[in-house]
């Protein structure tokens, strides 16, 4: 304990830039530790003021007919918090071409289509969200998005955002479990690595179809 | 906002800014008559000195009695701030602001004077009121205890810690013997920065400690009061004392001694003067015919009456409205069910099989003791067709039996239900996993002693708090943990779920209680206003009032519309562990660490009752089906069995009563107790009388 607060009183010393450890430092080193420690609840008239604006408004009408009743997903403990992973064996794909199975469940209601790079085969749903592009989807699973950068395409994507951020907000989508998909960066010279990563991270998402 | 520039006012004269100060005067007009009181500044000589003395408005002592303390010897700057314009317990309150200066201005206990003349003061006081007539004595005998506390408090606040120490050892052996728990805690805050952190003795400090005293005796006081030349003691009587005067004849120490212990006092009469509707919610009518049980299903509700020859309709025959019940649509409640009606008819049949009790018919009782529960048993609960009981446990289980040889079965995992037969009559049958039965299931989660164990109604799902703070929602179909309801950040002393489902109480060590919905994460109200902890929680049967008793030793009502407090009930000297309302709904059971019963009528706000004979923490209390027996249970080991019919005959509950808290309590707790039945060293934790009031206990062996 007293090498804890010690070390924090020089801390707070240092920064203010005195040469030595004063008696105000480790004051204020104990009382930060007390207060992370051991709070006290909420003082009366804070709780009286909260109990107003709480008591003002009228309780909520219950909607007949509507099964168990219990708060949004996301506040319950109702989600699988684990994850699946997969034995599939990495897919040779030919050309270095990644074929990606179609994981998106669900409606999605509007995906900017635009492929990034001029090749989309059949199999490759290539949907990439631009940094800052909001994805809507209105189903509850989410898209995979697999930044299609090829191995052997070098030269031909001067705009593919070097950050094929596949980060989708997780407020934008519903409220069941989000995954957070791959931050790929997709330079061409590591899509030689990034072929397994991309291909672990499918695999991660997979469980969301069963 | 007034009251924050009265500070900011009181700072400037203390820093001796005295141009400052009244130019903020001036602009803020504030020589004005709010203030309710002269608001005499001393421009005296001598510096740094001002004496204000403001009279709160709103209280019983007649027009503003501006009381200088004369400067005389004294150096100090006594501070004052202007006392509670809210007419109501929180006298003012601590204005929780980033400027330490404001706020100490605010919270600062006033220094009447000289430190070492305050044992003059007291025993002067006590002098007087030793020496008063005797119909008097015991009423003005109630200002000791607050007294001597505020001006301890005052002395240790502003450090005078010898003298602090010396005035506690003079005269904390002449205060009641109901206080001694809190004169032991008081002994140990010696220091100022005890006193921070401290919420109970904060509120304390800034709520008003309410006394009943009757007019007489209080004309009595004030004459003295005034008369002396320190009158400190009538500025500590002014600013933390509530006197609620009532005209009538004195109260005798037996009277004064059954209302007084809580740690505000007592309660005002307006506090207990709201409407409120204790009279049971109509059941729906539907039609339940005696003899086929094959035809249950198809009967519904509203359906016109069957020519049987039997007919039983389940609820109030009558179309009138009780006036004292609440509207039906009062507050949301859920639907009924075609489940919760099969229910409600099961709850028909066997009450038409149930034992009529009373004095000449006592209930069996049947003992459930966990054996070997060094998991530490801290809450059980049985359901209402008591078909399983609960256990929370201090490592943090919830532990759920099967009372009836029918074991607990858990829905089939998601792959089995896709092979049975959806359309079989059986299908609710089906889904459930006979591989898994099991008399005993254990749900893990919470991360602390679980301290409260409830059941719905609907027999689906089990609540659990505990002293991680959380309230945790299980399924029984699948024994899993659903929802953790977090709002209390410290430990949740209790929680019950509502007579009809879906709404939950929860009260904790955060001094609230907290009204839920199942579906919302968030509590519907907040139920703020204890100076202690929540330790028991309970619904009225028409679940629209919540009972809480709290570490304060009071009981009090809230209204679940609007959150509002309608009653509190002050009597019991130690914290409150068990509350019981009648069936009836018109009266409610208290039960506490003093050992003693308390009966309330809920209608009129009154102590009606007082039930002597245990010894120790009464921590179960059960009315039967009917009303007609209370069970209560105890640490002593012992159950007892009362009459409740007696009890709650002959009640007179006339207005002078209310008004002048003139309660005789007859002393019939002997012919009222039925039955002494001793376990052997096991405490009972709860009680439960069947549907066919067959009463049923629960507790945990321990061995010493």
């Not at chain 1, 051991?38 to 909520?60: C, E, H, V, Y």
């Not at chain 2, 002098?127 to 301890?152: G, K, N, T, W």
Request: glycine content about 6%; some cysteine; proline content about 6%.
């Amino acid at each position: 304990y007293v090498t804890t607060i010690l070390e924090d009183a020089k801390i707070y010393s240092s920064h203010a830039k005195k040469s030595s450890v004063d008696a105000d430092d480790v004051r204020l080193a104990i009382q930060c530790r007390t207060d992370q420690s051991f709070t006290s609840p909420p003082p009366r008239d804070f709780l009286l003021d909260i109990a107003r604006q709480k008591n003002q408004t009228p309780l909520p009408l219950i909607k007949p007919y509507s099964g168990p009743r219990l708060p949004p997903d996301r506040y319950c403990l109702t989600a699988p918090n684990y994850r699946l992973k997969s034995l599939q064996k990495k897919v040779s794909s030919s050309a270095g071409r990644i074929t990606v199975p179609r994981l998106s469940v669900g409606a999605v209601s509007s995906r900017p289509s635009t492929p990034t790079l001029g090749t989309p085969s059949a199999q490759t749903v290539s949907v990439s969200t631009k940094v800052g592009t909001p994805v809507s989807l209105t189903g509850q699973r989410f898209t995979v998005q697999i930044p299609s950068s090829q191995a052997a395409v070098k030269s031909a994507t001067p705009t593919t955002p070097t950050v094929q951020n596949v980060l989708i907000n997780p407020s934008l989508i519903g409220p069941k479990n989000i995954l957070i998909t791959t931050n790929m960066v997709s330079s061409q010279n590591t899509s030689n690595e990034a072929n397994p990563l991309k291909r672990k991270h499918e695999d991660d998402d997979d469980y969301d179809n069963l | 906002d007034r009251q924050t520039l009265v500070a900011v006012l009181q700072f400037l004269r203390r820093s001796n800014l005295r141009e400052s100060e009244e130019i903020l005067r001036r602009e803020a007009r504030l020589l004005g008559d709010d203030l309710g009181g002269s608001v005499a500044t001393v421009a005296s000589s001598s510096p740094g000195v001002a004496a204000v003395a403001a009279v709160p408005p709103g209280k019983g002592s007649p027009g503003g009695a501006p009381s200088l303390s004369s400067p005389g010897s004294r150096d100090q700057v006594s501070v004052v701030f202007a006392g509670s314009t809210v007419k109501g317990r929180v006298g003012g309150g601590v204005v929780v602001e980033d400027q330490p200066d404001v706020s100490a201005v605010l919270s600062a206990y006033n220094q009447q004077g000289d430190p070492t003349l305050y044992e003059e003061y007291y025993s002067g006081l006590k002098h007087f009121i030793e020496c008063s007539l005797d119909c008097h004595r015991a009423e003005l005998s109630q200002l000791f205890y607050p007294l001597f506390v505020h001006m301890y408090l005052e002395l240790v606040y502003n450090q005078h810690e010898s003298e602090a120490k010396s005035f506690f050892e003079r005269f904390h052996g002449d205060q009641e013997c109901y206080y001694q728990d809190d004169l032991r805690v008081l002994s140990s805050l010696t220091k100022k920065e005890h006193m921070k952190g401290n919420e109970t003795m904060l509120d304390f400090r800034t709520s008003k400690f309410v006394l009943r005293i009757s007019r007489d005796s209080y004309q009595l006081l004030k004459r003295h009061l005034q008369e002396k030349q320190n009158n400190q003691i009538w500025n500590i009587v002014q600013e933390h004392l509530y006197i609620d005067i009532f005209d009538g004849m004195p109260r005798s120490k037996q009277q004064i001694d059954a209302m007084v212990g809580s740690l505000a006092g007592e309660a005002k009469r307006e506090a207990n003067k709201a409407k409120v509707f204790f009279g049971l919610l109509k059941e729906p009518e539907f039609d339940v015919p005696l003899d086929d049980e094959d035809e249950e299903g198809e009967n519904e509700e509203g359906k016109p009456k069957k020519k049987k020859p039997k007919k039983d309709s389940v609820g109030s025959k009558s179309k009138k409205q009780d006036p004292n019940a609440p509207p039906q649509n009062r507050i949301p409640l859920p639907e009924l069910k075609d489940s919760d009606k099969l229910d409600k008819v099961m709850n028909m049949k066997e009450a038409a099989r149930r034992v009529r009790l009373g004095p000449e018919c006592l209930p069996s009782i049947c003992f459930y003791t966990f054996l070997n529960a060094y998991q530490g048993l801290t809450a059980v609960d049985i359901t209402d067709d008591s078909s399983m009981i609960v256990g929370g446990f201090a490592d943090s289980t919830v532990r759920v039996w099967s009372v009836t040889p029918k074991k607990l079965r858990s829905v089939k995992t998601a792959a089995d239900l896709s092979l049975i037969d959806k359309e079989s009559d059986d299908v609710l049958e089906r889904i459930m996993d006979e591989k898994t039965a099991s008399e005993l299931k254990i749900l893990y989660g919470h991360s602390g002693p679980v301290y409260g164990t409830s059941f719905s109604p609907d027999r689906n799902y089990l609540l659990s708090c505990s002293e991680d703070g959380t309230v945790r929602l299980w399924s029984l179909q699948t024994f899993t943990c659903l929802v953790g309801y977090k709002g209390h950040n410290y430990p949740v002393w209790d929680t019950q779920f509502s007579p009809y489902g879906y709404y939950f109480v929860s009260g904790g060590h955060d001094r609230v209680a907290r009204l839920w919905a199942t579906d919302h994460y968030q509590p519907l109200r907040i139920f703020a206003g204890h100076l202690a902890d929540v330790t028991c929680t309970r619904f009225h049967p028409n679940s629209n009032y919540i009972a809480t008793g709290s570490a304060d030793r009071t009981i009090r009502l809230w209204d679940v519309l609007n959150g509002n407090c309608v009653r509190i009930f002050t009597g019991h000297k130690g914290p409150i562990h068990s509350l019981a309302f009648s069936p009836n709904g018109r009266f409610l059971a208290t039960g506490a660490t003093d050992g003693r019963v308390l009966l309330w009528d809920i209608g009129h706000g009154l102590m009606v009752g007082e039930l002597k004979g245990h010894t120790d923490t009464i921590y179960a209390l059960r009315f039967s089906r009917d009303g007609e027996i209370l069970a209560s249970g105890s640490m002593d080991n012992t159950v007892r069995l009362w009459d409740a019919v007696k009890a709650f005959e002959d009640l007179e509950t006339d207005d002078f009563t209310t008004a002048t808290g003139h309660i005789n309590l007859p002393e019939n707790s002997q012919d009222l107790l039925l039955g002494t039945y001793m376990t052997k060293s096991t405490p009972v934790v709860h009680l439960h009388f069947t549907r066919r009031n067959l009463l049923l206990a629960a507790g945990a062996y321990s061995s010493q």
